[in-house]
């Protein structure tokens, strides 16, 4: 059958990590550069869906292209490893040091990735600059890059307590969307079970950690009133922290821990009389 069951699903979870944790620098960095780019294309193919039709859900609705090939191919997406490579470690599996090594690179890789898709995305949208005007879906990368950042410290505590929120909801369904993904051996069954969470967490507006990567700094480039600080002190940080805490918690730990030491329940015989 193509259906994997929860109890296999959470087999598989803690596999996968100690699988990903054992992996050397270089292929985390490629796996993880290659993501943060697939990523960024994502965002931008949803902002230009949204421009164009003038339907801001359309963005959602094709958005989750780029991790369902991340999930294919087996990449490293940070938000994800959230979820998964703790659990290695609370099961003994790993170091701490393993742990935290595996973390930094993948998200070093995610950066460096979304970073280099901007300044790509910025030269053939611009033409290295010599386009004043920017189009629709640029400007749609100021705005959006403006506020992720200024628009939160504007509303001080309350600003950096809604974005962290917004993280924490983000990343449930971002590792719920990897979790799923386990939940079926077809190619199609895995793009449609992923595809779902990640169209709700994208629909939401939701905080991405990946996602602002590549959203904030391409803003930037088009001439956001955003400075590196802002970026990093008033969104990636906190962001990062929430996308922790939703990952781990609500997705990781939760479905891990509730069928991982589950054991196989007989069923009585049902008679024929019945």
Request: aromatic content about 10%; hydrophobic content about 60%.
């Given at each position: ?54 339907v ?72 290295m ?18 506020k ?6 504007a509303?001080?505590?309350a ?69 590196l ?6 969104n ?39």
């Amino acid at each position: 059958m193509d259906y994997v069951t929860p109890k296999e699903v959470a087999a598989n979870m803690l596999q996968a990590a100690v699988v990903k944790a054992a992996l050397p620098v270089k292929d985390l960095l490629i796996r993880s550069m290659l993501s943060g780019a697939l990523l960024a294309i994502s965002v931008t193919l949803a902002f230009a869906a949204a421009t164009q039709t003038q339907v801001s859900i359309t963005g959602a609705i094709v958005f989750p292209v780029g991790f369902v090939i991340i999930v294919l191919l087996g990449l490293e997406l940070v938000t994800g490893s959230f979820a998964l490579v703790p659990l290695a470690y609370f099961e003994k599996k790993i170091s701490a040091a393993t742990l935290f090594k595996n973390l930094f690179w993948v998200f070093t890789g995610n950066l460096i990735g979304s970073l280099a898709y901007a300044v790509l995305y910025w030269a053939a949208s611009s033409e290295m600059g010599t386009v004043a005007s920017p189009g629709a879906v640029e400007k749609m990368l100021i705005a959006v890059a403006e506020k992720k950042t200024i628009a939160y410290a504007a509303h001080g505590p309350a600003g950096m307590l809604a974005a962290f929120v917004k993280a924490i909801l983000c990343n449930w369904m971002v590792c719920m969307g990897v979790v799923m993904a386990m939940t079926s051996r077809s190619t199609i069954g895995k793009m449609l079970a992923a595809g779902i969470p990640i169209f709700i967490f994208f629909a939401l507006g939701y905080e991405h950690a990946v996602v602002n990567m590549f959203a904030i700094p391409a803003g930037m480039l088009f001439g956001a009133n955003v400075s590196l600080s802002d970026w990093w002190l008033y969104n990636q940080l906190i962001v990062t922290a929430g996308n922790i805490v939703g990952g781990l918690l609500f997705t990781g730990m939760a479905i891990y821990y509730t069928y991982g030491g589950q054991k196989e329940i007989d069923l009585p015989a049902v008679s024929k009389a019945a």
